[in-house]
């Protein structure tokens, strides 16, 4: 038996798998080893996942494929490894960036462009085999664009900066009991500010037919592809993505997209299926 992981800031989808079959698919809150320390991550394998493997010992793991956001150096992909290692001894254990595993599952084995939308962003040019250019996704301060936490971050922003509907920014404070001094607190005050920005994600689609409100999503969106996909210069190759804001919101994707002369080809809401796929073709 073996785990397939794709895991966000948000939440980590655990792939229960046995030769070529996925037996089940377990969600934990997310894991990010650039914000969380390794006790809480711990606390995340013991307190959430292995209770719902239930009849599956961790012993009976012979390997694990992790694909997670933050595991962008050496180092923190040995560290997630050993993490993963005191708790599921026998198993064979590799730790890649998320950004790999969207592009096995966009792509398996052929080149193409492969996007992650979710809490975060990321891209990259995929050969078919490895990643060959990458422009750096810098996290949700510098980086980030058309991603859930950015979009979240337009929103509180025009909603504050009056550049929205009196009536649609009152809504949305109310919604969410939201006063300026407690958006403050949770922004530059509190852990996790990307996903406390990224929760704003239900607003924006219950009100995304609002003018003002399109124009915040195709806007990022159009950020997202001029400030990483356009510097891969592959105009004619169709643009793939995953993560469940890509497929809440494809067709404003898809509007921001040909503005710019460019197409959006796949859009898969997880990439597990395809990376179970890809390992069993591989």
Excluded at 6 to 28: A, M, R, V
Excluded at 39 to 56: C, F, H, Q, S, Y
Excluded at 83 to 111: K, P, V, W, Y
């Amino acid at each position: 038996m073996y785990l397939i992981v794709d895991s966000g800031s948000t939440k980590t989808d655990w792939g229960l798998c046995e030769n070529e079959n996925l037996l089940k698919t377990i969600q934990t809150q997310g894991i990010n080893p650039c914000h969380q320390d390794a006790a809480t991550i711990n606390r995340i394998l013991v307190g959430e996942l292995l209770p719902e493997m239930k009849d599956t010992a961790p012993q009976q793991i012979e390997r694990i494929h992790y694909y997670g956001a933050g595991c962008a150096t050496v180092t923190i992909c040995n560290e997630m490894a050993g993490l993963l290692g005191s708790i599921f001894t026998n198993a064979a254990i590799t730790t890649d960036s998320d950004m790999l595993g969207a592009a096995r599952a966009l792509c398996g084995h052929s080149e193409g462009i492969a996007c992650v939308l979710g809490t975060g962003s990321n891209s990259c040019m995929f050969n078919g085999e490895k990643i060959i250019d990458q422009i750096p996704s810098l996290g949700y301060i510098l980086g980030d664009e058309g991603s859930s936490a950015a979009i979240g971050r337009r929103l509180i922003s025009d909603c504050l900066k009056r550049q929205l509907p009196q009536n649609v920014a009152n809504s949305f404070m109310k919604k969410y009991g939201l006063t300026t001094d407690s958006i403050i607190e949770n922004v530059y005050r509190k852990p996790m500010a990307n996903r406390y920005m990224a929760g704003f994600t239900p607003f924006l689609e219950d009100k995304r037919k609002i003018p003002e409100v399109h124009k915040i999503l195709v806007s990022c969106f159009q950020e997202f592809f001029r400030r990483n996909v356009m510097n891969y210069r592959r105009a004619w190759l169709p643009v793939n993505f995953v993560g469940s804001l890509a497929a809440t919101f494809s067709a404003e994707l898809s509007e921001a997209a040909e503005s710019l002369g460019l197409s959006v080809g796949t859009i898969m809401k997880s990439p597990m299926e395809g990376l179970v796929a890809y390992h069993n073709f591989h």
